[in-house]
DNA sequence: AAACTGCCAACTGTCGACAGTTGACACGTT
DNA sequence: AACGTGTCAACTGTCGACAGTTGGCAGTTT
């Protein structure tokens, strides 16, 4: 059936859409023409622009006028300021979920950190999925939907300048310790401490991606 | 002539539609009908439903699907949620300012000080117009796109709470003491001082806006 | 050869019309 | 009278087509 089974196909073209630019089917710096994609996903132009529209709201995509829309590329100052907001957004986070964890939220914080510590030793590399949980984990304890709304956000732009999945161990297992570092803060109630750890592991992820942009 | 002069037809109907939400012209809990709307500015459904899923985004319209457009209204709970997510940007935002901030950054935030003042001494009570300017040179002077650009949006959002404009004078004057003393601190690049003297003020100001909602 | 001019194809911006869904009202039932 | 059911108008979701703009290419000039 056309009609909407159960997202509306603009809402669907949003999922697939947003999926193909942050895994990199649609690669950055490429333009997304409206027919073509229009076709592929079976759909007319009416609720694709919707979609395009949408992720550009997200800055998972660029309006051009009259030009279309793009995938934007990474850009060194472009990772810092971001990482600037996203510091902001999270170190709050931190502190919040200092103030306010409970029993429950402590954990799903320890449960995400040993399984990250299990797939470490078994010679896995941390996954990037691990450290979504971590951090998501973190702003379930913080109980501030708009901040969290706010962080997906930046998360998903972030993902989208990780241009090549990192796996330098000792960032990796710095960005454990940091995170083990981060729930004892929380489970101490030390908001002033989860913030100043939140800041330091940031600080540490963006340094790493810059060097990371720079081959 | 019919085609973008100088902004597409839905980038115009952005900024009236946005203005019209704002001023409460489109009163909050109303809908938004696309065929009357569309009649009233003289446009197709096409453009507007690209202005109302943009301002949608922006969270000054809520998308509910097959039903359309409504102008969300305030909660106490919403409101307390936003202030969270404004004092985490606003306080970065400050910290940021008080290690960056130049000479000509410090004239301009004087000079909103001064012409409030002034304003204030006059009998005049104290203009949203010029809150608005303190909180831009602030960002001004903290130099991070990203940071002002959310706090741009959550401030337009906090407008949109704004039943009736407060002109309370005991808390106007505390905010514009709340204002000299953050740029003194982000005179002497007191960056810590001038966070916690954010997050005293904008508590002060949710506190103000939670009361004048109760009324 | 370099630069300028005029044309052209491709694409976006916009429109009007059709199809499907929703909430409400009227009617009938218990 | 309260409740459940069927119908209907209003509105949103979607589509295909037209109009206007953009960047590039060919041809011409200096």
């Known amino acids: 059936m056309t009609p909407p089974l159960h997202l509306s196909l603009a809402g669907q073209a949003v999922d697939v859409l947003r999926e193909q630019v942050l895994t990199g089917v ?3 710096g490429s333009r997304v023409n409206e027919v073509e994609v229009a076709q592929q996903l079976g759909i007319s132009r009416g609720p694709l622009r919707e979609a395009i ?25 472009d990772v810092r300021a971001l990482f600037e907001l996203r510091t902001a957004l999270e170190c709050a986070a931190a502190e919040l979920a200092a103030s306010r964890r409970t029993d429950v939220d402590l954990v799903r914080l320890h449960e995400v950190c040993a399984e990250s510590r299990r797939n470490y030793k078994a010679g896995q ?3 990037y999925r691990l450290d ?18 706010q ?22 297992h ?20 989860a913030s100043t750890v939140m800041r330091r592991h940031l600080s540490r992820v963006c340094a790493q991606m810059l060097t990371s942009l720079n081959r």
Chains 1, 2 share one sequence.
Not at 132 to 148: G, N, T, V
Not at 157 to 166: D, N
Not at 174 to 193: F, T, Y
């Open 174 to 193: 710095a960005s454990m310790d940091d995170h083990d570092e981060l729930v004892k803060a929380v489970e101490d109630g030390d908001a002033a401490r």
């Open 125 to 127: 590399p941390f996954p």
């Open 26 to 28: 649609i690669p950055p």
């Open 132 to 149: 979504l949980a971590f951090h998501q984990a973190l702003l379930d304890a913080a109980r501030s939907p708009h901040i969290a709304e």
């Open 151 to 172: 962080v997906r956000l930046v998360q998903q732009r972030v993902v989208l300048l990780r241009s090549a999945l990192e796996d330098d161990p000792p960032h990796q």
């Open 53 to 77: 529209r949408h992720l550009a709201s997200e800055r998972l995509l660029t309006l051009v006028p009259h030009r279309g829309a793009f995938v934007p590329d990474a850009d060194a100052s």
